[in-house]
């Protein structure tokens, strides 16, 4: 479509932008501004003086006379050569259009008495003409045969491109947020992090204050939204490199921005973090660029059918479809995980916890395995309508769509964390996240569908229930919570295990390297009774370091005894039978023994 000089000029243009932001991050975290009074000239000298300050913006300013030169060349170009391709022309004339916005916007915060305001619409010139070069850029390295003309397809309009563009549109506000933050000098309004002085709103609420929780939660919902799109492109366009390669580098990216914002209010160099975080987040906005370049250029023979197209199959009452939705959180799953959550308060404050932090932990950690499940459910439609046990879900039968179940699911994770985060502690809001990030990201994306060991590293997922009932009493990690942990990651593979030999075929069907499809019954029930044997062996632990009394020890024996001996029994004569009595105990034995610690760390 596009000649080999216009792709090697646009994608020099597009380097010397982001150079361009990366010395006005510079610029602007020194200050240096101000040390070049005129404008466009330096103090009214061709030269720059011979001041260190003076140096870095008359260099920051002949960066900018550089880009607008490469700009101009790549406009003239497109007229020149390719002004029937409308978009092509249309991004190159944006790019010229922002680029002059950008320059006026530069020397107007030298003028103005708001320079901060002015300093973040100069930043987003700047982020706008990146995105129209980013796009011409990623236009001429698409294959020719994989292009389409701009209207003709559905694509433009689907849920997925929208997604994009809303974490785009939130990436710009996150931007000018962050601008405003450093422009205002309110970066350290709010000492620690990720809470604000220690809480959410501090008492000694001002405008420096907003401003700075005005950046931490655009974070939050950016965050959400970039979420959305890795977890739409990792479910449905998976056969697509160009478009998994380029969301697993935002996503990783993010994660890694959100660190270098933490460290910019807790490090004794915040000058040097600050561009590293602004620089982060250039790359990051540059990310969803191409994606959505990507999305919006690329044939539908190449991606799959929109998924605007998929409607419930039949308008269901209020109620069933309420009910439809709850049965998304796998509510028989949360029932287990909530059991370990309020034990773990009941040990670790050695009695009765306050009601309201019950209430308010039980329903922040409803929430968080509610919407682990749901975005579970979403992820795992394509191999669930391979399996007798998950054929049924809603999200097989189409009495959900996927967006609905998407959206639900990132809805109760968000809710999960804002509980935790305003009416227990952050700790537990972190943790709880985590182990949302891990089972969805990790475990189901990953280790599921490509490892035998999947279980056994996936398990750490669901023992982090009792770490935030633990922490929401004491708010902190110690080793009674990590015993806690402990137990149930030894408990998981002899639990999971027992149920994949009753759904062998299923998971044989659908392709996912379950131990009993890989290795075969016999191993997998040797595993099991080995892993029976280290659960009960680490059970009995507290009580030679006095953290538990006799009571819990007789009680655990004979609940762990039994244990083994089903285990040990499927070993010696598999069957299903015996298979499915050792599943249904274990999720018994597990709500038991929590129960059993709980009341003897009140009453011994």
């Not at 011979?50 to 870095?56: E, F, K, P, R, V």
């Not at 109760?412 to 949302?436: E, P, R, W, Y």
């Not at 902190?476 to 990651?489: Q, R, T």
Request: glycine share 6%; proline share 3%.
């Amino acid at each position: 479509m596009t000649s080999k000089s216009f792709r090697q000029l646009s994608t020099i243009t597009s380097a010397w932008l982001f150079f361009l932001i990366f010395m006005g991050a510079v610029v602007r975290v020194i200050d240096s501004s101000a040390a070049c009074s005129s404008w466009p000239l330096c103090n009214n000298l061709f030269v720059s003086p011979l001041q260190l300050s003076a140096w870095i913006e008359f260099s920051h300013r002949m960066v900018a006379g550089i880009a607008a030169l490469l700009v101009i060349t790549v406009a003239m170009i497109a007229w020149r050569s390719y002004r029937h391709y409308h978009f092509i022309l249309g991004a190159a004339l944006g790019m010229v259009a922002f680029m002059i916005i950008q320059i006026f916007l530069g020397g107007a915060i030298l003028w103005t008495d708001n320079p901060a305001l002015v300093s973040a619409a100069h930043l987003l010139g700047a982020l706008l003409a990146l995105g129209a070069s980013l796009f011409l850029t990623t236009v001429t390295y698409l294959p020719k045969e994989d292009m389409t003309q701009i209207g003709i397809s559905s694509r433009n309009h689907s849920f997925y491109f929208r997604s994009i563009l809303l974490a785009g549109l939130g990436f710009l506000l996150l931007l000018i947020t962050g601008t405003l933050v450093t422009g205002t000098g309110t970066a350290f309004a709010c000492s620690g992090w990720p809470l604000c002085q220690g809480e959410i709103f501090p008492v000694n609420f001002n405008l420096e204050i907003a401003i700075n929780l005005l950046h931490r939660f655009t974070v939050v919902l950016v965050g959400v939204l970039i979420a959305a799109v890795v977890l739409q492109t990792r479910r449905r366009y998976t056969g697509y490199r160009l478009l998994n390669n380029w969301t697993t580098t935002l996503g990783l990216l993010f994660l890694i921005q959100m660190g270098m914002g933490g460290l910019y209010s807790l490090t004794t160099l915040p000058h040097i973090i600050s561009v590293i975080h602004l620089g982060l987040t250039t790359t990051i906005w540059g990310c969803l660029i191409v994606l959505a370049t990507i999305c919006y250029m690329t044939v539908e023979s190449v991606m799959p059918p929109s998924e605007d197209e998929e409607t419930l199959a039949t308008p269901l009452p209020v109620k069933q479809r309420a009910a439809t939705f709850f049965k998304l959180t796998k509510p028989w799953i949360l029932i287990l995980l909530l059991i370990t959550t309020i034990t773990a308060m009941f040990i670790a404050a050695e009695g009765l916890p306050s009601i309201s932090l019950i209430l308010y932990t039980l329903l922040g950690g409803a929430l968080s395995a509610g919407g682990a499940s749901t975005l579970n459910s979403y992820i795992d439609s394509d191999i669930d309508q391979m399996m007798s046990r998950t054929s049924r879900r809603a999200t097989v039968t189409g009495l959900v769509t996927p967006q609905e179940t998407l959206l639900f699911g990132l809805t109760l994770s968000t809710l999960s964390f804002l509980i935790f985060a305003i009416f227990v502690n952050m700790l537990s809001a972190v943790l709880s996240t985590i182990g949302i990030i891990y089972y969805v990201f990790f475990y189901t994306l990953y280790l599921k569908r490509t490892t035998i060991h999947n279980i056994i590293i996936g398990g750490a997922a669901g023992a982090i229930p009792p770490l935030v009932g633990w922490t929401a009493v004491t708010n902190n990690l110690d080793l009674g919570a990590f015993y806690l942990f402990a137990i149930i990651f030894f408990w998981t593979p002899p639990h999971t295990w027992a149920l994949a030999l009753l759904v062998k075929k299923d998971y044989a069907q659908a392709r996912v390297p379950m131990l009993p499809v890989v290795v075969g019954e016999k191993e997998t029930t040797y595993q099991i009774l080995l892993y029976s044997i280290l659960l009960i062996t680490l059970t009995l632990l507290p009580f030679t370091f006095n953290m538990l009394s006799w009571v819990y020890l007789i009680v655990a024996a004979a609940l762990g005894s039994h244990f083994i001996y089903l285990a040990w029994k499927l070993w010696r004569n598999y069957n299903k039978s015996l298979s499915k009595r050792l599943y249904k105990f274990s999720q018994a034995y597990l709500a038991l023994l929590f129960l059993l610690m709980a009341l003897d760390r009140s009453l011994f």
